[in-house]
């Protein structure tokens, strides 16, 4: 089936730091992923589509210039938290339909922990 | 009224049991119809995928939706230890919309 891998699974990093986190479609090609933000105990909050050769399209509230998404090609897209702080610990995921308009497929997830 | 609504929970069965996990939506354009299983720390695993109003079956678990009612829901038959995870509900209207999820109900089965 489709395999989407996250990297790294979990990170630690002290304030201020910037933090980037890789998605990629293992046996497809993906010209759109979504990155996704989980509260403990919440529901998936999308953060933003990534769109393959263009601009990322963020949703309501999310801060682009804080959480900078690249997709440079059809198989890997990146999350960047820059200036990260404790407020931005959370664990991150992407997905990717292996087929457009399909089920979305999601990676394991990057926890993220801010000291 | 919030577009996709689910009971958090917490469930707890014992093994064996017959699980009823349900969502109700709002959006009529919703046309296909997700359940994704997770685990403590990882993420969402696609378990079972259907389109329109009926039933579907893979193996203990069924999904229906019933679209005049806008409801759809997930039975586990012969739960398992091993099925203790969060359930998320995630209709969708098709194309590159994006995904709705309900909050998702936590779900143990205690042997």
């Known amino acids: 089936g489709a395999v989407v891998s996250q990297h790294p699974s979990w990170v630690i990093c002290k304030s201020g730091t910037s933090v980037k986190i890789e998605c990629r479609s293992l046996?497809?090609?993906?010209?759109?992923m979504f990155w996704y933000r989980q509260f403990p105990k919440q529901s998936l909050m999308l953060m933003a589509t990534?769109?393959?050769?263009?601009?990322?399209?963020?949703e309501q509230g999310v801060e682009k210039d804080k959480f900078l998404i690249n997709h440079a090609s059809l198989t890997l897209s990146t999350l960047t938290v820059t200036s990260a702080h404790p407020e931005d610990s959370s664990f991150y995921i992407c997905?990717?339909?292996?087929?457009?308009?399909?089920?979305?497929?999601f990676g394991d997830g990057t926890r993220l922990s801010i000291l | 009224q919030k577009e996709v609504e689910q009971d958090p929970g917490p469930l707890s069965v014992p093994e064996g049991a017959i699980v009823s996990l349900n969502c109700t939506y709002s959006?009529?354009?919703?046309?296909?119809f997700m359940w994704y299983r997770q685990y403590s720390r990882k993420g969402p695993e696609l378990l079972m995928y259907?389109?329109?109003?009926g039933n579907k079956e893979d193996g203990r678990f069924t999904a229906q939706v019933d679209k005049s009612s806008k409801y759809i829901s997930l039975f586990i038959r012969d739960s398992q230890p091993s099925d203790s995870a969060t359930y998320l509900c995630?209709?969708?209207?098709?194309?590159?919309?994006?995904?709705?999820f309900g909050k998702g109900t936590k779900l143990t089965v205690n042997p």
């Open positions: 995630a209709p969708h209207p098709g194309g590159s919309e994006k995904l709705v």
């Open positions: 046996d497809f090609q993906a010209t759109t």
């Open positions: 959006n009529s354009a919703f046309q296909y």
């Open positions: 997905s990717a339909p292996p087929v457009s308009g399909q089920p979305q497929h």
């Open positions: 990534s769109n393959e050769g263009s601009k990322a399209t963020y």
């Open positions: 259907t389109y329109s109003s």
